[in-house]
């Protein structure tokens, strides 16, 4: 029963598919700092922090930080945000090792990046549910 891992795998899955990657937002996993970090990307966390329904289910939080080069205003991270959402937003995803069904998300306010003034970021989140298969 790793929930965990499968639930980590399934949320994942998405960054994998070829819509995905048809969009060319380079995508990263958390603690994962870009070659080039001038260049715009996407860092992609999955916190896990509930009981589910059953022993193989578990609710988390998708946490995806948006880097974009600061004089493109908030326009381009409300693009990406918007992006995001057709893969995301109250979408189910079913996978050979479950199912996970994304809540309605939520996009922040754009900041100065503190490791890198000449981007911005902003947070977008998506609540999750993972059903493992038993």
């Not at 970021?121 to 038993?134: I, K, M, N, R, V």
């Amino acid at each position: 029963m790793p929930r965990y891992s499968d639930a980590h795998q399934d949320v994942f899955s998405v960054f994998a598919t070829n819509a995905w990657k048809g969009e060319g937002i380079n995508t990263y996993p958390s603690l994962i700092v870009p070659d080039n970090p001038g260049q715009e990307y996407i860092r992609v966390s999955v916190v896990l922090s509930e009981n589910g329904l059953n022993p193989y289910s578990v609710r988390g939080l998708l946490l995806i930080d948006i880097f974009t080069a600061r004089t493109s205003g908030p326009k381009r991270p409300i693009q990406i945000a918007d992006t995001l959402d057709e893969h995301i937003n109250v979408k189910l995803v079913k996978n050979s090792v479950g199912t996970t069904q994304f809540g309605s998300s939520n996009l922040g306010k754009p900041s100065p990046d503190k490791d890198n003034t000449a981007l911005a970021h902003t947070l977008y989140s998506a609540p999750f549910s993972y059903f493992g298969e038993t």
